[in-house]
């Protein structure tokens, strides 16, 4: 693991106005991540009320955190790209 370490590029800092600001950007993400809370709301409706809430950020944390990852590393390669000018 420290070999694949120190054969990656260095890491970047992205702040978080920046990574919103690359998720408004990519309009495709950003209703991906909708639909998942939307699904997520649908699925877990015939749910006792009180389980709602949990079982819906359960089941769209997933989907969330894949397209936000996907934004994430947009925003390092245009961060990399602005430093290397």
């Known amino acids: 693991m420290a070999a694949a370490r120190a054969a990656s590029e260095p890491a970047v800092r992205v ?35 009180f389980l709602w809430g949990p079982a819906t950020l359960l089941l769209a944390a997933v989907p969330g955190t894949i397209l936000m990852n996907r934004v994430r590393l947009r925003a390092e390669h245009r961060a990399r790209t602005r430093q290397d000018r």
């Open 15 to 49: 702040s978080m106005p920046e990574l919103l600001r690359e998720a408004l950007h990519s309009p495709r993400e950003l209703l991906g991540m909708l639909a998942a809370l939307l699904v997520a709301m649908v699925l877990t409706s015939p749910l006792p009320t």
